[in-house]
Structure formats: C-alpha cells, structure tokens
C-alpha cells in the first residue's frame, strides 16, 4: 500500500518495518515527528521521551547490547548533548542494530546556530546515511539497521529541515521482526577502559574501509557474498551515477541532489547516500567521465575538501554557494548561468511573520514583571526565549539548553553582586540541563534567584510530554517529577511556587529573591494556553481607558494599536485575565461582564 508520508513519518516507518524494539529520544524540530510517529505504533515498540539527547543515546546503546534494534533522534545541537556515548559508543560497537538518527536545520528555521552534523558522524568514525525523498527516508532507515548489526557500528542518519518535513509517496511494507540477540558478557568490546579502547580504534578503522569497499562493489555491479553484506543491502546502491552531459558533473547528496535535477536536468550526477565514508574511488572515475566537476552541498564544505584532498579537480564549490542558509533550484540556476523561470525570483524571502508568545501564555505575566524591574535575566532555550524582543525585551542571554543557571553563576561570581539578576528556563529544560548546573550553585554557595517556568509541556517543540508532565511519550499517565521537592532535596533553601499571572505578588517576590543574599528558586506554575483551554471569554476595553498602554507591554497578540489607541482583538483574545491584573485603571472587562460595550 501506498501512502503520503513526512519524511519524518517515512523514517518511523522504516524503523518500525526494521523491526525496531526501543525508541529513546528528546523532542527537538526538525526531528521531532520520527518518535511521536513511533508512539503511534503499539505496544510491539517501547517509545519514551528522556529527559536529555544524553540519556536517549545511552538507553539506546543499552538497549542495542541487550539485543534488541533501537534508534535514538535528536536535532543537531542535541548531537552536542549526546556525543560522549556516541563517540564512545562508535568504538566499542553495536549487539542489535542502533541507529541515531540528527535533523540539521540549515538557515536556523527553529535553532540557535546552523550545524553540520556530518562532522561528527566522521568524528566518530561512523557510517553516515543520508536521504533525499521520504522513499529513501524509509528505505534507508531499514538499510541502517541492517549496516549497523553487519558491520558492529552505530549507524548515522542525517536529515534536515526540508527532508523531514517535505512529503511524498511511500510504498508499506510489512514488520520484520527480529529476535533478541542473546547476551554474551563481553567486557573488551563494551568497557571503554585505555587498553580496549586502544583495540577497538582499529576494528572500528577496519569497519570504515570494509563499508568503502563493499558500498564500491555494489555500485560496479560486483554480487557479494552473505560473509560481506546483508541481503537487505545488496543491490542497493547507496551512491550512484547518473550519466548526462558529460559538460557538467554534480557531486551532491541529500536535498541538494531534488534542487540539481530540477535546476540542471540534463547533467551528470553522482548522487551520495552515504556521505561517510567518501567512495573516492568512485568520485573520481566519474570526474573522468565530465569535463568539469563541481560538489553541491548545504553547509560546509563537508564532501568538497575530502574531494579535493584526495586529488580530484573540483571547478566549482562553495566558491559559487554560501556556507550560510539553505540553497535552492533557482539559486543553482543562478549560479550556472541559466535564466530563471518566467515570473520567479531567486530571493526565497516572503512575509514577515514576527514569532510572539501566545494569547493566554503563562509566561506573560513573568516577563512583563522582569521588564517593568529592569532585571538582568540569562535566558535559555524554550518559547520563553521570544521575550527578548519588544515590547519585553526582558532576556539579557541565550545560548543553549540549560546554560541559563551556570550563565547567572559566573555573572554573579565576575560581578561580585546576584542584585536583581536571574536566570530563567521551562520546566522540560530544567530536566534536561538545568538541574546539574543548579546542584553547582548550591555546592559552590552561590548567591542568586533561579525561575523555572513549569508550563506543564515541552511547548516550544510542539507539546511534548517531559518527566514532570504526569504522562509519558504515548500520552499515558506516568509519574510526575516534582520540581519544588527536587530542588529542596538537592540543598536549595529558599523555594517558591506562584501563578505568574498573580503580577502584584510575583513582583514582590522576585523583589525579595534577588535582594537576598543567598540562592532561591521561583517556580511559576500555570499550564501552557495552548493545552489547558483558558476559562475565560474576550475581554473588551472600556471608556475608563486612558490611552497609558500598560497594557501594551504585556505583549499580547490579542492587543493592538487602533487609531493610536490600544485595543482588544476579540478573535485572538482567550480572556486569560492577564491585561485586566496590569490595567491600573480598571478599564478593562470581560465581555461576559461589558456586553454591549465597544472597544475604544
């Protein structure tokens, strides 16, 4: 049968149809929709969301020695996170098949940097995959798991913005599934001590030159023996040729490889679907065969300086396309010289379409109080973070998950003062990697006042249950980690929880924590408006309004300019109550209260 799928959905399915037992991941756009679809599928695979890309990679690798395939997903700066054991973890090598599959996200459509994640699998010394259609999602999915138990090694997918989220047409196949492979106790191969280590370098050298080697072999036609690939590999060409005009000769992979044969159908291609390690031998036969080759790739010159380094002339690269952003067909069209489409452009801009936080957030009320303090505040990683801009702009720093604490810690310590300075962060970034760096607050005396945000939700990747949620990854009940309790037990003295939308009392508890000269937690628990349907109906500004706008610095979409007057958008407005409590006037209602009466 066949379906429309996500590429994300697409590589779910292939890991599903892969017989795949153990999913552990942390929600993180563009990959996100790879675990959620896998919590869809039943009882026959074990899915969980934990708390950091870290603990998902090792639950995978521990799952893997146990015998059982598995698959750990993350974005690419949650590659950061989990590079110990997987660094690690690509020496020592694989039981059942494990696949981590990274979601790059070119042009930072919902991320702090632009990361290449190629450099890490070659880092590691591990086989990189790399898709270009939801198709190849699915196929390529099954192929790792395959190359993984074949070779002994952990096995990197890599997607991205476009290959995650785009959609095409996926052909169903049924689940495989494989049995458990029995533990042998084998201490050489899975502890990670100088000596083995040292041994497993090399097996893990030989894995690379045998994946080259055989990945060579298919691609000429060569038939290989069960001794050297699975059949589920054989016959599949993970690189291949396609010869055009020899004028002009592509090397590329990945989304890349859809813009080329849009903007040059009729060129030769060598399309990469494994990007680690490079056939060279093949690239460079096929240079022979064009008269001028050039690499297409987003990125950095990942495949570009290998090429090159091993001696084969390149005519064009990143000489003709950025390392910033994500490309297109109409920018390689440019690039060659052929004239653009009737009626397109190559500008890839559209609309403006500011990011706000939401009518109804909870976080409203916490933002609008450290605005109207003045309060120095290190940022983190979340929806929170849009509070840096206007009408707020009340975070001072953001930088990654959980930095906000150890930020606060070393300001206060160059500083010699934790006056009116905070850091806050979500409540599922606190598990994440918060609660480290607030156990080294406690440990080093340290002076200052933590806010966590308990939303009761992962909002900024789309809603995802975290361990304080009371639900686990299917949407069952699961227990709820106390945040409050957490925090004492760890040796903060000082907690409190309070309705951030209680302004008047938050602003004199934030007065208090940050006057103090010692550390306190803040927890503002009130659930994300997006999950908790506000009780509320619109509200309406009256006659009593006097045009002073303190509403307006709450920063809520459902509040506008109008004839240089604030005004309430009814459709947009939840009637969280929020503008009514920072109203000094009392000119602002419900409806249910000022029927009748318009907006002024």
């Known amino acids: 049968m066949k379906r429309i799928m996500l590429g994300n959905e697409a590589f779910a399915r292939g890991a599903w149809e892969a017989g795949v037992k153990v999913v552990s991941s942390y929600p993180g756009t563009p990959s996100t929709e790879v675990t959620e679809t896998l919590a869809k599928c039943g009882d026959e695979v074990h899915v969980e969301w934990a708390p950091n890309e870290k603990v998902g990679v090792e639950v995978a690798v521990g799952a893997s020695i146990g015998g059982a395939r598995a698959l750990s997903c993350m974005k690419h700066v949650g590659l950061n996170v989990a590079a110990d054991p997987f660094f690690t973890a690509a020496y020592n090598g694989v039981t059942g098949g494990l696949v981590v599959l990274v979601a790059d996200d070119n042009g930072c459509h919902s991320s702090q940097n632009e990361q290449d994640s190629r450099y890490h699998g070659r880092g590691a010394g591990v086989p990189i995959l790399e898709p270009a259609d939801p198709t190849e999602c699915k196929d390529y999915m099954k192929l790792a798991f395959d190359m993984s138990e074949k070779y002994d090694t952990v096995v990197l997918m890599r997607s991205n913005t476009r290959i995650s989220h785009s959609r095409g047409i996926v052909e169903e196949d049924e689940r495989v599934e494989h049995d458990v492979i029995p533990y042998e106790k084998n201490f050489r191969k899975y502890v990670a001590m100088p000596a083995m280590a040292r041994v497993n370098h090399v097996k893990q050298e030989q894995r690379l030159a045998q994946i080259v080697e055989d990945a060579h072999n298919i691609a000429v036609g060569v038939p290989l023996g069960s001794d050297d690939i699975t059949a589920a590999v054989e016959g599949y060409p993970l690189n291949k040729e396609e010869l055009n005009d020899p004028e002009i000769g592509i090397v590329t992979s990945g989304i890349c490889y859809q813009y080329v044969k849009e903007a040059l159908p009729n060129a030769s291609v060598f399309k990469l679907g494994l990007v680690n390690p490079l ?51 109409n920018m390689i069209r440019k690039a060659f010289g052929i004239e653009l489409p009737e009626g397109e452009t190559d500008s890839t801009d559209a609309p403006g379409r500011p990011p706000l936080l939401c009518a109804g957030c909870p976080h409203k009320g916490l933002f609008y109080v450290l605005s109207k303090l003045k309060t120095t505040v290190m940022g983190d990683i979340g929806c929170y973070t849009l509070a840096a801009l206007a009408p707020t702009n009340a975070i001072d720093t953001t930088m990654c998950m959980g930095a906000s604490i150890g930020m606060e810690h070393g300001f206060e310590k160059a500083t010699g003062s934790s006056k009116n300075l905070v850091a806050v962060l979500g409540d599922s970034t606190f598990i994440h990697s918060g609660i480290t760096g607030l156990v080294n607050m406690v440990y080093n005396e340290a002076k200052g006042t933590v806010i966590i945000l308990d939303n009761r939700i992962t909002g900024m990747t789309g809603h995802q249950q975290n361990p304080a949620s009371g639900k686990n990854a299917k949407g069952e009940p699961a227990p709820a980690l106390d945040i409050y309790t957490l925090c004492r037990a760890i040796g903060v003295r000082n907690v409190f929880e309070i309705d951030p939308f209680d302004v008047k009392e938050l602003e004199q508890l934030i007065k208090e924590e940050t006057e103090r000269d010692e550390l306190s937690v803040i927890i503002t628990k009130r659930p994300c408006a997006m999950i908790v349907k506000q009780p509320g109906v619109p509200n309406v500004i009256t006659d009593k309004c006097k045009n002073c706008r303190q509403c307006m610095k709450v920063g809520c979409p459902a509040i506008a300019m109008k004839d240089g007057r604030p005004y309430i958008i009814r459709e947009s407005c939840v009637g969280c109550g929020l503008c009514t409590r920072v109203c000094p006037f009392d000119a602002i209602e419900s409806t249910a209260r000022g029927a009748g009466k318009e907006d002024k």
Not at 290 to 310: C, D, M, S, T
Not at 316 to 327: A, P, R, V, W
Request: proline share 6%.
């Open 279 to 329: 056939p060279l031998q093949d690239i460079a036969a096929f240079a022979k065969k064009v008269n001028k080759l050039y690499v297409i790739e987003e990125g950095n010159p990942f495949l570009e300086e290998q090429i090159r380094a091993a001696g084969i002339p390149v005519h064009g690269g990143k000489e003709l396309f950025t390392i910033q952003g994500e490309y297109s067909a």
